[in-house]
């Protein structure tokens, strides 16, 4: 696999999740060609207690885990880690696709 260094800020709790492998997918508005390792940093925006406690939530409900393990914190203003993008689909065809 390549390493091209092509990186992506998120805002958290959204960033760590996706890193952790909890969110398993991530929209953008815009078609990206890339593929491969990406690069996910945090942006200084500190996530508030009650947004965190909701996504964990949330994910617990959707993958029917009660004992669904999260990262430990959230931190800011970092490198986090990074993911493989496997593809980039147009919102109609991942509405179909996962059947939202």
């Not at 492998?21 to 390792?37: P, V």
């Not at 965190?52 to 914190?73: C, Q, V």
Request: glycine share 6%.
């Amino acid at each position: 696999m390549s390493d091209e260094g092509m990186c992506m800020s998120m805002h958290q709790p959204w960033a760590s999740l996706l890193v952790h492998g909890i969110k398993r997918h991530e929209g953008r508005t815009w078609y990206s060609a890339h593929r491969g390792r990406l690069w996910i940093a945090a942006t200084v925006k500190k996530p508030e207690a009650k947004e965190i406690a909701e996504l964990e939530h949330m994910y617990r409900s959707i993958y029917n885990e009660p004992d669904l393990k999260f990262p430990a914190d959230y931190p800011t203003g970092c490198l986090l880690g990074c993911v493989i993008v496997d593809d980039c689909l147009h919102q109609d065809e991942y509405r179909e696709k996962v059947r939202i």
